[in-house]
């Protein structure tokens, strides 16, 4: 191990956490929770109010799905590897509630992009997508296929939250259009339901096994 290197990154993640609390601290970043006991699946979301349409599509999965979830309202964009596990004590609890996790973001890109360390899940969400027409040309494609073009939105950092839980999970990078239109939303909303109960079957095969 280099010993530097470790040391480097330690600091630099040191340094982030206590960013991340004292803008907490001064109201400039918010957030809300919601933990469900009988649910190892959480929904995430790193930039509700800046990212427009994240935080009312993470709060309406998570109740729609009973499932727990996670959301922070910030006025600013930062790398989702920048939010420390312990940033505060409600993300930790709710990452340690939860054994895989459906992260929520949204993108400039006009199509929507699957990223995540759960390749099973990844193809399965994927095929889920592309079943549905949109109202406007949208493609869905694996983030990890295309990380020539997008391999930031590839969710593959370990020190992004997806990564964080046992079985990790999937980040699902959404347009615009599919945010903000409600017609869209209500699609995205319905094949979710249809997609939830299988993730919920993989993710409990995995620690079965």
């Known amino acids: 191990m280099n010993l530097n290197k470790f040391l480097s990154d330690l600091t630099r993640r040191v340094l982030l956490k206590h960013m991340i609390q004292e803008l907490v601290q001064k109201n400039i970043i918010q957030y809300q ?28 999965l998570a109740q729609q ?13 930062f ?3 920048w939010i420390h596990p312990e940033a505060v004590p409600e993300l930790k609890q709710f990452l340690d509630s939860v054994q895989f996790i459906i992260s929520i973001h949204g993108t400039s890109r006009t199509d929507l992009f699957v990223g ?11 095929n889920a997508l592309r079943s549905v027409k949109w109202n406007k040309k949208i493609e869905v494609f694996s983030a990890i296929r295309n990380q020539d073009i997008v391999g930031h939105l590839a969710g593959l950092n ?24 409600r017609g ?8 979710m339901n249809k997609l939830y109960p299988e993730l919920v079957k993989i993710i409990k095969g995995d620690s079965d096994g």
Not at 43 to 58: M, P, W
Not at 65 to 77: G, M, V
Not at 116 to 126: F, L
Request: glycine share 6%.
């Open 79 to 81: 790398p989702s590897s």
């Open 65 to 77: 799905l009973q499932c727990n979830y996670f959301l922070f309202q910030t006025p600013i964009h």
């Open 158 to 181: 370990e020190e992004n939250l997806v990564n964080y839980p046992l079985r990790k999970g999937i980040q699902l990078e959404l347009p615009m259009f599919m945010r903000i239109n």
């Open 33 to 60: 929770y919601k933990i469900h006991p009988e649910s190892f699946i959480g929904i995430l979301g790193l930039h509700g109010k800046f990212e427009r349409g994240i935080s009312e599509i993470v709060t309406h």
């Open 184 to 191: 869209e939303q209500i699609k995205l909303y319905c094949i």
């Open 116 to 126: 995540g360390q759960h390749q099973t899940t990844i193809t399965m969400s994927i």
